[in-house]
C-alpha cells in the first residue's frame, strides 16, 4: 500500500503527529496508523512541500520516503493510473 502525502498532509508523516489527533467518535488515528505500517503501508512525502514547510530536519515515521511525482510513477509501472492514492490536507 503506498500513500502520497502533499501539502499540509506531510505532517501525517512526522513522529507522533498521528496522536495529536483526536476525532470524537472516530478510531484512534495513531492506532490506524500503526495498523497502516504493520499492513507493510508506505507514504511518499513530497519533498518539495517539505522545503516550502521548512520541514527538512522533521523525525519522520519509519514508514515514509521522501518521493515526488517521478518515484510515484515509476512505483506505478510507468502507466497512468485509474485510481489515485494522493492526499492532500
Known amino acids: 500500500m503506498l500513500i502520497c502525502l502533499t501539502k499540509d498532509a506531510i505532517h501525517i508523516a512526522t513522529q507522533g503527529f498521528a496522536a495529536t489527533i483526536d ?13 497502516y505500517a504493520a499492513d507493510d503501508g508506505r ?11 521548512i520541514m527538512q530536519d522533521a523525525e519522520r515515521i519509519a514508514s515514509a520516503e521522501m518521493a515526488g ?3 510515484v510513477f515509476v ?8 485510481r489515485s492514492t494522493a492526499m492532500a490536507v
Do not use: F, K, N
Open 23 to 35: 476525532v470524537p467518535g472516530a478510531p484512534s488515528i495513531a492506532a490506524l496508523h500503526q495498523e
Open 43 to 53: 507514504m511518499h512525502v513530497c519533498p518539495a512541500c517539505v522545503e516550502v514547510r
Open 69 to 71: 511525482v517521478s518515484a
Open 75 to 82: 512505483e506505478g509501472g510507468g502507466r497512468r493510473q485509474e
